[in-house]
């Protein structure tokens, strides 16, 4: 054990499982503000690996303020059109000179923006569609000096903030997240009248638990109203026998509540994403590092998608924390709930948090004391291990959204 502040102590109030209410959501993956997320942090990826393939370390940068402008549509039954392009800005920092060398930043960018639009949203057609401009200016000197220097091994914090984890989800979390996932998964792959814009809200009262999803659906895929009532219900019908596969609590689904058939108002899309009409979005405003909008649990506010993966405290916290969390659960029994928060100082090492707190509910005849020293020990071991983080999210294997 290290002298880094670590700290174990009971969760004030009941495990979230205990709870009268609960209120989930996820925005998935056509969402505006994910579609932004989706973006900025491909394009963050694709950034750290130039940087490495040509100057053998990951330079200042970040994406994670890039912004959608809406477009607007015209869908119609067996296919309508778009009328005006959705707006795309990739905006944040980027180190352009290292040395001699000059690196094609804004190139990069768009080219990522290109690969990932084009691997997941299969009706919307990059730069008629869909415009991207990228706008991506210097890094501030002092945040590059923190940002590293020669003969460090362990980055220097960016910022003073904090990251935030839990574990395990509840059932009600792991029957929103896995909607979302499984609509634009096997379930989309096998129905295309499916678009990627897929919402979904999750609610239990007690034990009644109500999932409320909205789904664009794709207007060439349904010739008339019959055809997008019977998307709706295959929709309906396959959440309500995945959410049976997670819970033996009474689940109700609903879906498209806003649809009016009498007036013909109905959600049609024509891209498969509300981008296409009125929607905007924003890096960091939807779903957490964990993938979901959670208020009955602590959470930070910083946008994870974007952010340098060496030591941009908003990213690397809130992802480290959440893989505390799940290890915790998995390695010590005894364990309910388990909330991590990180607290980082500016220019200190990464490795050191200023505090890190690991809050318990354990089972009944379980005291904290009895696993305290468990828990501080794995908190720790994940600490030494920061850096992983870093390698992890360059090469897509952890999500941030």
């Known amino acids: 054990m290290t002298e880094r502040n670590v700290r174990v102590e009971p969760v004030a109030g009941r495990a979230v499982e205990d709870q009268a209410v609960e209120i989930v959501e996820r925005k998935g993956l056509g969402h505006p503000d994910s579609i932004c997320d989706g973006i900025a942090e491909h394009v963050s990826r694709a950034l750290a690996r130039a940087y490495l393939d040509r100057v053998g370390e990951v330079l200042h940068y970040n994406t994670d303020e890039t912004q959608l402008v809406a477009g607007r549509a015209a869908p119609a039954f067996g296919g309508g059109e778009v009328l005006e392009p959705i707006y795309l800005l990739i905006t944040g920092r980027a180190t352009k000179q290292y040395g001699d060398r000059k690196i094609p930043a804004d190139a990069i960018a768009l080219r990522a923006a290109r690969e990932y639009v084009e691997r997941h949203f299969p009706f919307l057609e990059f730069g008629t569609d869909l415009v991207v401009d990228v706008k991506l200016g210097e890094g501030s000197g002092d945040l590059q000096q923190v940002f590293g ?3 460090i ?3 220097m914090a960016n910022d003073t903030s904090f990251g935030v984890g839990h574990a395990p989800l509840t059932e009600t979390e792991r029957i929103v997240l896995e909607t979302e996932r499984q609509l634009n998964g096997r379930y989309g792959d096998d129905t295309p ?9 999750g609610k239990r009262e007690g034990d009644r638990i109500d999932v409320t999803v909205a789904a664009a659906v794709v207007d060439r895929y349904v010739d008339d109203i019959d ?3 019977a998307a709706v219900d295959g929709i309906r019908e396959f959440v309500r026998r995945l959410a049976g596969d997670i819970t033996d609590r009474s689940v109700e689904v609903h879906v498209n509540t806003a649809d009016d058939y009498g007036s013909g108002s109905i959600y049609l899309t024509t891209t498969g994403t509300s981008a296409e009409q009125g929607d905007d979005g924003s890096v960091g405003r939807g779903n957490r590092a964990n993938g979901l909008i959670t208020p009955n649990r602590s959470m930070s ?3 994870t998608s974007g952010k340098n993966p060496v030591n941009h405290i908003g990213k690397i916290y809130n992802l480290l924390a959440t893989e505390v969390a799940g290890t915790v659960v998995e390695e010590v029994d005894g364990i309910r709930e388990i909330r991590v928060r990180l607290l980082s100082q500016i220019g200190q090492p990464i490795d050191r948090p200023h505090v890190a707190d690991a809050s318990l509910v354990t089972d009944e ?4 004391g009895d696993v305290e020293s468990e828990v501080a020990a794995i908190v720790d071991r994940e ?3 920061v850096t992983s983080i870093t390698e992890r999210v360059i090469d897509g294997d952890l999500s941030t959204f």
Do not use: C, T
Request: a negative charge.
């Open 153 to 155: 091994q362990v980055p």
């Open 365 to 368: 005849n379980v005291e904290v």
């Open 193 to 201: 009248a499916v678009g990627q814009d897929v919402k979904v809200m």
């Open 149 to 151: 220097e020669d003969g």
């Open 301 to 303: 506010m910083e946008a």
């Open 227 to 229: 055809e997008y009532d």
């Open 383 to 385: 600490l030494a291990d």
